[in-house]
């Protein structure tokens, strides 16, 4: 019988929002799915307090800083999880419950959107099969 928890956070999560997810204990997972509690970012739209969200994991594993599909964020916003060195795993796209997530701090950080935005690029990218373009250069004032 499916159980309904409580949703811990108070209003419904924007795109780009950082929080801590509760994924599967470590006993029951299935490679190479993520498991245990960790950050997660926001990527879906139009968002419910009490439904489900699409999420992005973001781990500490260095492993990731070889990783064609992880892109590290920005010491300003590893700051806002726990001040280590973060990577967002672009190709783990994942649908989660709102009642998994809970606070980072008490105003749910935000990523810049800069720093969002190749995120988002890169993870509609891999799941659509296309090659991400490079930003284009900034043109020289004459």
Do not use: Q
């Not at 993520?34 to 699409?54: A, E, H, T």
């Not at 070889?66 to 010491?75: G, H, T």
């Not at 008490?106 to 720093?115: L, Q």
């Not at 690029?121 to 373009?133: D, E, F």
């Amino acid at each position: 019988m499916a159980v309904r928890y409580p949703v811990k956070i108070k209003a419904a999560p924007k795109v780009g929002s950082i929080y801590w997810c509760s994924l599967h204990p470590e006993n029951i997972i299935h490679l190479p799915e993520f498991w245990k509690k960790r950050p997660v970012i926001i990527i879906s739209r139009k968002n419910m307090l009490y439904g489900k969200v699409i999420v992005l994991p973001v781990t500490t594993d260095d492993d990731n800083e070889r990783y064609e599909n992880s892109i590290e964020l920005s010491k300003a916003t590893s700051a806002k999880i726990n001040g280590k060195r973060c990577w967002v795993v672009c190709d783990h796209p994942m649908t989660v419950a709102t009642s998994r997530l809970d606070f980072v701090s008490k105003n749910p950080p935000r990523i810049d959107p800069d720093e969002l935005a190749p995120i988002l690029n890169k993870c509609h990218s891999l799941i659509a099969g296309w090659i991400s373009l490079p930003a284009p250069a900034n043109k020289m004032e004459s």
